[in-house]
């Protein structure tokens, strides 16, 4: 399983939604909360190409975008395959 990683911050609604994608899976993921940290906030946009909203979701070093990527992804049938390595898209 890739690793997968998520930066959110509090009361973010698309956050939630991600999270709670990933959960249903059972994918175990790394959350980093940017909401009162520059430095990893600054961290995300360089990962994700200047994005600068919440979530961003990377699966290993993949850039998924934010959640309703994530959801489009899983209504394709190619999160799964993703998650266990298979980088298309």
């Not at 959960?23 to 600068?52: F, H, P, T, W």
């Not at 990377?58 to 266990?84: I, N, T, W, Y």
Request: net charge positive; proline share 2%.
């Amino acid at each position: 399983m890739e690793h997968v990683t998520i930066y959110t911050t509090p009361i973010c609604g698309y956050c939630e939604r991600a999270k709670r994608l990933l959960q249903a899976k059972g994918v175990a993921y790394e959350e980093i909360n940017v909401a009162m940290d520059a430095g990893l906030r600054r961290e995300m946009m360089q990962r994700s190409g200047g994005r600068q909203t919440v979530p961003q979701i990377f699966v290993g070093s993949l850039h998924v975008g934010g959640s309703d990527e994530l959801a489009a992804l899983e209504r394709k049938g190619k999160l799964d395959g993703l998650l266990r390595g298979e980088q298309a898209r």
